[in-house]
């Protein structure tokens, strides 16, 4: 039972997921940060099999890094959304494929825009106004469809994200105490507390 959503603002991308950790019926741990800095500019929050998210979420912040190395500059957020779409869709085709679903979150410094992205499982990208992954998102998706601005600071996305979270501890049969809430923008990547 995981739960994670993202919403875009002015001229940021909020992202918060639950704390979690849990295998069928046991609840493992419950500080696991589920939100991956992936470069400065941007983040993905991942939910699926434990050991695939971990190993998938690493294995693209180091394949993104090798890139910005190689080529001097990072990868703007949609280049890197299709990277990671065609990472998933190749890995579907082999013996071993990740079962992971990704909200991706950056601000594209040569735009100065914010961008989030959609990606599930089977390699399907959408970039979106605002996102849900998990058993939450039946809460959470109605609540940020009525109350989302595109155009709203900081502070009031934040309001938005508290009430989804509220809906999702409130109505969800599992408790969810805790969620982990960071945002980009143009000054990078930072954790924010709820």
């Excluded at 470069?39 to 050991?51: D, K, N, R």
């Excluded at 990740?98 to 601000?107: D, E, K, R, S, T």
């Excluded at 709203?152 to 408790?175: D, H, M, N, P, T």
Aim: with cysteine; hydrophobic share 40%.
């Amino acid at each position: 039972m995981e739960c994670s959503f993202a919403l875009i603002g002015d001229g940021y991308v909020l992202v918060a997921a639950d704390t979690n950790a849990a295998r069928s019926i046991v609840k493992m741990k419950s500080d696991e940060d589920k939100i991956k800095t992936v470069s400065p500019h941007l983040l993905m929050a991942y939910s699926g099999e434990p050991g695939d998210t971990v190993q998938f979420a690493e294995y693209v912040e180091r394949n993104l890094r090798l890139q910005h190395i190689r080529n001097i500059h990072e990868l703007r957020p949609s280049a890197s959304a299709s990277w990671i779409r065609r990472s998933l869709a190749d890995s579907i085709r082999s013996r071993h494929p990740y079962a992971v679903n990704l909200l991706l979150g950056g601000f594209d410094v040569a735009a100065e825009t914010p961008k989030l992205y959609w990606i599930d499982y089977l390699g399907t990208l959408a970039e979106v106004p605002f996102a849900a992954h998990g058993y939450g998102s039946y809460f959470a998706l109605s609540l940020l469809d009525r109350y989302h601005n595109p155009k709203a600071s900081l502070e009031e996305g934040i309001e938005i994200l508290k009430r989804c979270i509220s809906e999702v501890q409130k109505r969800l049969v599992i408790g969810l105490e805790k969620f982990n809430v960071k945002v980009v923008d143009k000054d990078g990547v930072r954790e924010i507390e709820i």
